[in-house]
């Protein structure tokens, strides 16, 4: 069935370090893929969006490619900021009606000063 | 831009009784609205799927007798939890479609639901 897997549940890193979270899809059609960040205390938040395959999103630095030969859609950031600490969900829905959304169980990210 | 309101933001009911909990889109019209429960041991558990014109989809293990939805217009929509006990405790969310952005799912900040 559709689905989303993030293996990642935690991922601590520096200031100024490279950020990549793996995120996987599943599904027979041609779904938009989401990126979204939770900030503590706070909902979450669209960070970038990508309905065409082999396209890429990009938002505040952050970027992400929708692979269609690897179901794939990892985000990355070439510099991370304490202020990016946060939960990142990745998503999917497919087709352009009212179906559902999957999301990933989540990536929590610390970055330390 | 698009906004998503959720009242109230937190609350605290005793086991047993019911809390009501709102969500109001703002800046553009949400043709479907989605309640979602993030509770600390799991990702979002999609509750019900209200779009305009259809019949409200309540997901498995949610029932409209337990978690009933209005959705009365394209800005507006509000869940109650009736009867509430611990395993109800969570964040709750909304999320708002907007058809004319790609059908993108724009959430409000959640009602946090406590019970004693």
């Known amino acids: 069935g559709d689905s989303v897997i993030q293996m990642q549940g935690q991922v601590t890193l520096s200031e100024n370090d490279f950020l990549f979270i793996n995120c996987t899809y599943s599904?027979?059609?041609?779904?938009?893929l989401f990126w979204y960040v939770q900030y503590s205390g706070e909902g979450p938040q669209l960070l970038l969006q990508v309905t065409t395959a082999n396209n890429k999103g990009s938002s505040r630095g952050f970027e992400a490619t929708y692979d269609k030969g690897t179901t794939s859609f990892h985000l990355q950031k070439t510099s991370v900021q304490e202020i990016d600490s946060a939960v990142y969900y990745c998503?999917?829905?497919?087709?352009?009606?009212?179906?559902?959304?999957?999301f990933g169980k989540g990536t929590s990210l610390t970055v330390i000063p | 831009g698009a906004l998503v309101y959720q009242y109230p933001r937190r609350t605290i009911c005793k086991s047993g009784t019911s809390m009501r909990m709102e969500c109001q889109a703002v800046g553009f019209q949400a043709t479907s609205v989605a309640w979602y429960r993030q509770s600390p041991q799991k990702t979002f558990e999609l509750i019900a799927l209200?779009?305009?014109?259809?019949?409200?989809?309540?997901e498995q293990n949610f029932t409209q007798e337990k978690f009933p939805i209005s959705h009365p217009n394209l800005s507006f929509s509000s869940m109650t939890v009736l009867n509430a006990y611990l395993e109800d405790r969570g964040l709750y969310l909304c999320?708002?479609?907007?058809?004319?952005?790609?059908?993108?799912?724009?959430f409000g900040a959640g009602t946090r639901l406590s019970v004693l």
């Open positions: 998503a999917m829905r497919e087709g352009t009606g009212y179906q559902n959304f999957y």
């Open positions: 599904t027979t059609g041609y779904p938009t």
């Open positions: 209200s779009t305009v014109n259809s019949a409200i989809k309540y």
């Open positions: 999320g708002a479609r907007d058809h004319t952005r790609q059908n993108t799912l724009y």
